[in-house]
């Protein structure tokens, strides 16, 4: 493996560790122990959840051809997924706030486990059912558990600002040290020890069977409305006003779709962009160093959410734009380099540009959550929160099926310029919310409320 790869990978090590130690006391919020030990539960529990989906992750696409079936087999079996988030999402996110967010994270483990099940087996219709059942499980996993964790927050009357630290504990530790311990851990069970493709899936699901366990044992039950009277098309109508009546519901759902459309579609393209001519290149190292750098994204999103004079909404106009820009490298580069046919046997100059611009680009995915996070807490209403939430979802999904289905009808160069003005069109969104947002408020909107005060047209 080239010395560029290590470079890279230690230098990101260097300053995830640097930032972490160096912190101050104006980088750290004071809490209480109660709301460390509630902070720490969740963590663990968060972070095996993450690690039953990360050890799964890397292992799809390749299970799937050990089987025998080709790219557009494989490829209707991922739309499948998303498609299922998209239509089962709104559904379970629903009854998520209806039946209880406890309830819902253990329904995640349990489809989830059943998803993994499916692996075992190489009938294309059961490893179908799989992909459904694994894209409920992502709806519930994105919005279930983020909920139940801002509900708690907030009934236990624990200070709004200790809630960004759990935010960004929860990136740093589940979207960055645990896939990189997942991504190391599976490699372990099919190469090293030989227990072939299905061995993560196996993994996963013990993982999930354990962070139930520990759900069950230790977590409380609450709800966004559980009034009886509300049945799911209302919870539906509720989210659907929330949206409407609220610009900065609605502005928020955008740039949260905009971003992780982006992310999403990045995920997809990342490898033949640094190997345009089929290159051997360490994808298991490489993703590692992309989750290094969402670690440091991070590490800085706590050290900004820890200054009270800082807001969110302000320091995430940049990113989007820092983002945009990295997306454009492997546009300017085609332009100012002249692309080559031939398979280099190292990684060539224009790959190590972009490279470094990926890294950015996760950097800026490791800001991103934590972020977004805060403000979903400050905006969505309680009563309709996993509701909203995968209704958020619903056009990412849309968008990534629609990728999936065309990647190989455009240029690598035109995808990536499309997310690119995706990323600069959210951060002129965030630039509104921003203006928005500080406009004082002459009264908060609650969809209870509004429902009371107004007849309800579907009884006339």
Excluded at 171 to 200: E, K, M, R, W
Excluded at 301 to 325: D, G, K, P, T
Aim: overall charge neutral; aromatic content about 14%; some cysteine.
């Amino acid at each position: 493996m080239e010395v560029f790869y290590y470079l890279v990978f230690g230098v990101m090590a260097a300053v995830v560790a640097a930032l972490e130690l160096s912190k101050t006391n104006k980088d750290r919020i004071n809490t209480s122990s109660s709301f460390n030990s509630f902070k720490n539960n969740y963590l663990l529990v968060f972070s095996i959840m993450m690690a039953g989906d990360w050890l799964q992750g890397p292992y799809v696409y390749y299970l799937y051809s050990t089987y025998g079936f080709g790219k557009g087999d494989i490829g209707q079996l991922f739309i499948a997924g998303f498609g299922s988030s998209m239509l089962f999402g709104t559904i379970v996110g629903s009854l998520a706030d209806k039946q209880g967010r406890k309830r819902a994270c253990v329904t995640y483990c349990i489809v989830y486990i059943l998803s993994c099940i499916t692996k075992h087996s190489p009938q294309y219709k059961v490893l179908m059912v799989g992909r459904i059942l694994g894209g409920i499980a992502t709806s519930l996993l994105f919005s279930a558990f983020e909920s139940w964790l801002i509900a708690e927050h907030n009934k236990r009357n624990f200070e709004q600002q200790w809630l960004s630290l759990t935010f960004s504990k929860a990136v740093f530790l589940g979207n960055g040290l645990v896939a990189i311990l997942s991504g190391l851990f599976g490699n372990l069970l099919v190469d090293t020890f030989s227990f072939g493709p299905v061995a993560p899936f196996d993994a996963a699901a013990c993982f999930l069977a354990i962070g139930m366990a520990i759900i069950l044992a230790t977590w409380s039950e609450n709800f966004g409305d559980p009034s009886d009277s509300k049945d799911l098309l209302t919870q539906f109508k509720v989210a659907a006003i929330a949206i409407a009546s609220d610009e900065k519901i609605a502005l928020l759902g955008a740039i949260q779709s905009l971003f992780e459309a982006s992310m999403y579609t990045f995920v997809f393209l990342w490898t033949p962009a640094l190997s345009p001519n089929d290159e051997e290149i360490p994808h298991g190292f490489v993703f590692a160093t992309f989750m290094l750098a969402s670690m440091l994204g991070s590490s800085l999103a706590a050290r900004l959410m820890s200054r009270s004079s800082l807001r969110v909404e302000n320091y995430m106009q940049i990113v989007f734009l820092v983002s945009a820009a990295s997306l454009l490298l492997p546009i300017t580069t085609s332009v100012l380099v002249t692309p080559s046919k031939v398979k280099d046997e190292g990684l060539s100059l224009t790959s190590s540009i972009q490279l470094l611009g990926f890294c950015v680009f996760e950097a800026c995915v490791g800001i991103f959550w934590p972020s977004i996070m805060k403000m979903r807490s400050q905006y969505i209403p309680e009563e309709a929160r996993s509701t909203i939430m995968n209704f958020f979802r619903v056009p990412l999904n849309i968008f990534v099926c629609i990728v999936l289905y065309n990647v190989d009808a455009f240029p690598i160069t035109i995808m990536f310029g499309m997310c690119s003005i995706f990323l600069f069109v959210a951060s002129i969104l965030q630039r509104r919310l921003m203006v928005i947002s500080e406009k004082p408020k002459a009264e908060e909107w609650s969809p209870m409320k509004e429902r009371n005060s107004e007849v309800d047209p579907l009884t006339l």
